[in-house]
């Protein structure tokens, strides 16, 4: 079917320490997959994506990395800081790219 | 200033009410969607729209409609088929399907069913 897993539901570390979340897809004909940051009471924004041709991006302190072999991808967040306290959606389209389909979340908390 | 506006932001509706979410954009994007949220659930979509006067059924569509008569607009009807309209509700737009790029999220709706 139509889903994406994700993992852990919570995660909590201490400011400095590293945080991975994984998401296992699966559509084999899925290409990109984007990751979205949702602070407590705000909406959903965009924080990192990957496509299918490439194995790994990073930006600052966030990589994304894709193993289309096995379908999953994960993200990666170093040196982590109070303020990356929030939730962590990773997804994928569906349905020849029409519709994102979305992980069911990861709260990620992050201790001074 | 170029954005995705939803509207009421907290919205109390008595069992057997049918409610209207508003959506609006001014991004002048093609694609249009509808999240349901729910603790723990993700994000789970209700209705998108790809362009106007057509939108397709999401994944939980059942107890939902939606129009799409214009560009920027796409509201979405919350009836009293919806067994359990609780929720809060995300509205999205992008440039032209997923797969070009970012969804642009408004600030979302909750509405509480009482």
């Known amino acids: 079917g139509e889903n994406v897993e994700q993992h852990p539901s919570t995660l909590s570390v201490q400011e400095g320490d590293s945080a991975v979340i994984k998401c296992t897809y699966s559509?084999?004909?899925?290409?990109?997959f984007p990751w979205y940051k949702q602070e407590l009471g705000k909406r959903p924004q965009l924080i990192i994506d990957?496509?299918?041709?490439?194995g790994e991006k990073k930006d600052q302190r966030i990589a994304v990395t894709l193993n289309k072999t096995a379908k999953h991808f994960s993200l990666h967040i170093t040196e982590t800081q109070p303020e990356d306290s929030a939730v962590y959606f990773c997804?994928?389209?569906?349905?020849?790219?029409?519709?994102?389909?979305f992980g069911t979340g990861t709260r990620l908390l992050v201790s001074p | 200033d170029g954005g995705i506006t939803q509207s009421p932001k907290y919205l109390f509706r008595k069992e057997g009410q049918n409610v209207t979410l508003s959506c609006e954009q001014n991004?002048?994007?093609?694609?249009m969607y509808w999240y349901r949220q729910d603790p723990g659930q993700g994000l789970r979509l209700i209705y998108y729209?790809?362009?106007?006067?057509?939108?397709q059924k999401g994944d939980i569509a059942e107890g939902y409609s939606v129009s799409r008569e214009k560009k920027e607009s796409f509201p979405l009807t919350v009836t009293s088929a919806q067994k359990n309209p609780t929720a809060f509700y995300l509205c999205?737009?992008?440039?032209?399907?997923?797969?070009?790029?970012?969804?642009?999220f408004g600030e979302g709706s909750r509405l509480t069913v009482l």
């Open positions: 991004l002048n994007h093609d694609a």
């Open positions: 990957i496509r299918s041709n490439v």
């Open positions: 559509d084999s004909a899925s290409n990109y």
């Open positions: 997804a994928a389209p569906y349905t020849g790219f029409q519709k994102l389909v």
């Open positions: 729209s790809q362009i106007v006067n057509d939108f």
């Open positions: 999205a737009s992008s440039i032209a399907g997923v797969y070009t790029g970012e969804l642009f």
